[in-house]
């Protein structure tokens, strides 16, 4: 590895002639200022993100999947704020504040659910499916001018693309897909609305939203942090690319041991789960890692066929490597033709220094008895992928180690470390390397929503 290579305007193309999908975009200069540390820390910060990001962005509510069903709803926190998105009729998505108008109750509790009408508890007003009022109980004893106000819930904007819920409290939005341009056709080619969240975890860590947010942004500390990753995949060339509206993504090679390490030549037992995974031997398998790579995409191209998964949309890359897009401001989505891992970093109601780390795993559903989940998926024993139920959100408080394998709980461990050093008195702002643009990006985007 000689990193005198390296030239930062180019970056990393770590797939040969890439086209298509695989293209990468054009370097953008970001600059080299670091950023105060007061964004990680202050109130005044965090209010400010909910005056001027929070409540003016587009947010991914939930999959398109969650709601399926005429009267299925999904109840979206976002920091102080309560939202219900809701499939008021086939093929629309309604979009409300969870708050009742005659005093305020809230209306609707759970995390997610089905109802035919939406009732409160409170003094009985009901509410038809896409807000609107359809009843006041006892409306005689209220006079007139009392009546004559708004009594219809209080409603958000909405948009459904890419197999996600939407939600905006801007008043007047651009299209989601105008939001995410390239990234949108890119998120297409998953059709994420056929697939099925199979998985549901919230995690609560010491740390703010963005502490947690970056240390998903980069493989820069893959050797130090999880180096079992080492065998599996690289890290240091690893392909960036922004786009406009704070839009990023990484190339994450799989089955591919990292270069940092002695012997990546050579074919270790990462691979050959790896290859197992698909149905070739280990054992008779002759060649570099590199075939291995290209074996294990040959296959996936075999499965396509006989399961009629329709792969010839995806780039070879796409097949086997980690395609993974930031989408401003808290979204982070994994994508490969089996599944995609959506990593939400949601921030607190009152606590910079807390944060809720969602994730959920959307998988494509085969109806076929020899298909199986890939091994590295890592779902725990016994997991549903029938895409039948939707499955309950599980929650792990503060200081609670999650249940999200290794790599994880390694993450879990060391963020709230990291927020501990960047409140310290010390600590003059981050320094980022070229390895870690789609951070400078990502605090390039946030500066045009609050200049602080
Ligand atoms: S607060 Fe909802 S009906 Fe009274
Ligand atoms: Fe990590």
Known sequence: ??????????????????????????????????????????????????????????LMACSSSDIRNVGDYFNFRIGKESIVVIRSSAGKVSAFYNVCPHRGNKLLYEDFGFVKDIGCRFHGWKFNLDGTNQSVTDSETFRDEVLCYDLDLSSVKVEEECGFVWVTMHEDPMPVREYLGEVAEHLDLYDVGNMNVIRHVHSEWAANWKTGLEAFYETYHLSFIHPQTQGMMEDYFVQMDTWDNGMNRMIVPFIEPSKRQEGHNLINEATNIMLADVGIDPNTFEGSPAEAKKAIQQKKREFSESYNLGYEKYSDAQLTDSFVY???????????????????????????????YDTSINYRTVDNPNYHVPGWFGLPEGTDTSGQVRPDIVRY?????????????????????VQEGVRSRGFRGPLWSEQEIRLRHFHHEMDKYINQ
Not at 43 to 54: A, C, G, K, R
Not at 327 to 350: A, L, S
Not at 397 to 417: A, C, T
């Open 1 to 58: 590895m000689d990193a005198k290579v390296f030239d930062y305007k180019k970056g990393w193309q770590n797939i040969p002639d890439p086209e298509g999908v695989d293209r990468k975009n054009e370097y953008k200069d970001f600059g080299t200022k670091r950023v105060s540390p007061e964004r990680y820390i202050s109130h005044d910060f965090m209010n400010s993100e909910w005056e001027n990001l929070w409540t003016k962005t587009w």
């Open 326 to 356: 930031g989408i401003f401001p808290n979204i982070q989505i994994g994508c490969h033709p089996e599944g995609v891992f959506v990593h939400k970093f949601m921030p607190h109601p009152t606590n910079p220094e807390i944060f809720t």
């Open 397 to 417: 408080g503060l200081g609670v180690k999650p249940d999200l394998g290794e790599v994880l709980e390694q993450d879990s461990e060391l963020i709230p470390f």
